[in-house]
T-cell receptor, first 112, second 114 residues
Framework: GDSVTQMEGPVTLSEEAFLTINCTYT??????LFWYVQYPGEGLQLLLK?????DKGSNKGFEATYRKETTSFHLEKGSVQVSDSAVYFC???????????FGTGTRLQVFP | EPEVTQTPSHQVTQMGQEVILRCVPI?????FYWYRQILGQKVEFLVS????????KSEIFDDQFSVERPDGSNFTLKIRSTKLEDSAMYFC????????????FGSGTQLSVL
């Protein structure tokens, strides 16, 4: 079945460092891809999305590009802030369904 | 900004007891969901609910689980006889339509079964 694999955390960075969180997927057809973020004590929030190959999703300085050839959707940010500390989830929705399939989540800790 | 509200934030229960997890979705939303995350594992889909009936459920959602929208505002998940392996964070979500990017999640209920 469809699945999402994320790099294990925690990822620990200093402020202003470059961030990459890897995500790869397995799916039949052409899924939509998402990154969700969960700040401490809050629900899952949509961070960005991409619905077709070569699309780039972006929000709050984060970016991810839908790479069909490598079945990847890696999350990047050029300069992280302490306020970016959270758990990040990669997810997909397959064609003709509204069921999200998540990765395990990656905890990001940014220190000043 | 509208939000999905879940109560309680933390529930502790004895094995074999019934628990009800409560959610108040966003008021004009039509599609409702429960997901769960066992510690260290993936967030897993449990069930989707639309037009007062289950539209899809996972293999996890067996006869011990049920959902209900009793009064047009609350959306509940009931576990009839809890097992140790039901310990997890349970997330409620709601959506205006079936587009995944418009899904709103609650902050979760941490269920601990002792």
């Amino acid at each position: 079945g469809d699945s999402v694999t994320q790099m294990e955390g925690p990822v620990t960075l200093s402020e202003e460092a470059f961030l990459t969180i890897n995500c790869t997927y397995t799916a039949t057809g052409y899924p939509s891809l998402f990154w969700y973020v969960q700040y401490p004590g809050e629900g899952l929030q949509l961070l960005l999305k991409a619905t077709k190959a070569d699309d780039k999703g972006s929000n709050k300085g984060f970016e991810a590009t839908y790479r069909k050839e490598t079945t990847s959707f890696h999350l990047e940010k050029g300069s992280v802030q302490v306020s970016d500390s959270a758990v990040y989830f990669c997810a997909l929705v397959s064609y003709n369904t509204d069921k999200l399939i998540f990765g395990t989540g990656t905890r990001l800790q940014v220190f000043p | 900004e509208p939000e999905v509200t879940q109560t309680p934030s933390h529930q502790v229960t004895q094995m074999g007891q019934e628990v009800i997890l409560r959610c108040v979705p966003i008021s004009n939303h039509l599609y409702f969901y429960w997901y769960r995350q066992i510690l260290g594992q993936k967030v897993e889909f449990l069930v989707s609910f639309y037009n007062n009936e289950i539209s899809e459920k996972s293999e996890i959602f067996d006869d011990q689980f049920s959902v209900e929208r009793p009064d047009g505002s609350n959306f509940t998940l009931k576990i009839r006889s809890t097992k140790l392996e039901d310990s997890a964070m349970y997330f409620c979500a709601s959506n205006l339509d079936r587009e995944g990017e418009k899904l709103f999640f609650g902050s979760g209920t941490q269920l601990s079964v002792l």
